[in-house]
């Protein structure tokens, strides 16, 4: 059987050891917390606000062009004038034309004619017969019809007239009417027209053709 190990009446007992010690931080957590926070936002703006503290200018909107870079606009050249046209001569009788496939030469005008053919076969005019004597030279290089009907005769009023063709058939040599010209043949025709009594004839229209573009011949 052991004995007990006698003590010291002296001696004190032993305090329990006391607890670690916390540090202020960790005594306050939510106040440290607070001061990184602040800590934090004064960094970042202390980054952030570095650099040149003159304020920028906002950016132009999409599809703007800033003043001070803009392309002066080129300046506007004056339109060039239009280049004069050479003045139309317009042939006078005597004087060789050309319309397509003809080469016409107007010789002389008879104005004032009652009456075309003799008395048994003839016409009366409505007004007066212009008789137009002409020659008609084919210079093209295939044959063509001469047609009196294809003229036109203008008067001083402005005024556009057919050719008669059956005034022209009592003339017997008017050869104006269908008249076939070989390449390089020429013929002498004679175109009627019947005007009013008191027209003065201006110009004439001549035309290798119905549909051609025509010359003028002045005849006033």
């Known amino acids: ?9 002296t001696s004190t007992p032993a305090e329990p050891s006391a607890a670690p010690r916390r540090s202020w931080f960790a005594r306050h957590k939510v106040l440290t917390t607070l001061g990184a926070m602040v800590a934090l936002v004064v960094v970042v703006g202390a980054l952030g606000g570095g650099g040149d503290d003159t304020p920028t200018a906002a950016p132009a909107p999409a599809g703007t062009v800033e003043a001070d870079t803009a392309a002066a606009p080129a300046a506007e050249e004056p339109a060039a004038e239009p280049a004069e046209e050479p003045a139309t001569q317009t042939a006078s009788i005597g004087t060789p034309v050309r319309d397509g496939k003809f080469e016409f030469t107007v010789t002389s005008i008879e104005a004032g004619v009652a009456h075309v053919g003799d008395d048994m076969f003839g016409k009366d005019a ?3 017969f212009t008789l ?5 030279t084919n210079i093209g290089d295939e044959a ?3 047609d009196g009907s294809s003229q036109k005769l203008v008067d001083a009023q402005g005024r556009t007239h057919s050719a008669d063709g059956s005034a022209a058939i009592y003339l017997g040599d008017a050869e104006s009417f269908l008249n076939q010209i070989n390449p390089g043949n020429s013929v002498q025709g004679t175109v009627v027209f019947d005007i009013p009594a008191d027209a003065t ?5 001549l035309h290798d053709s119905m549909f051609s573009g025509g010359v003028t011949v002045s005849v006033g």
């Open 1 to 9: 059987m052991s004995q007990p190990v006698p003590t010291d009446p």
């Open 132 to 136: 137009v004597h002409m020659t008609v």
């Open 201 to 205: 004839p201006a110009s004439l229209e």
């Open 126 to 128: 409505q007004g007066q």
């Open 144 to 146: 063509q019809y001469f």
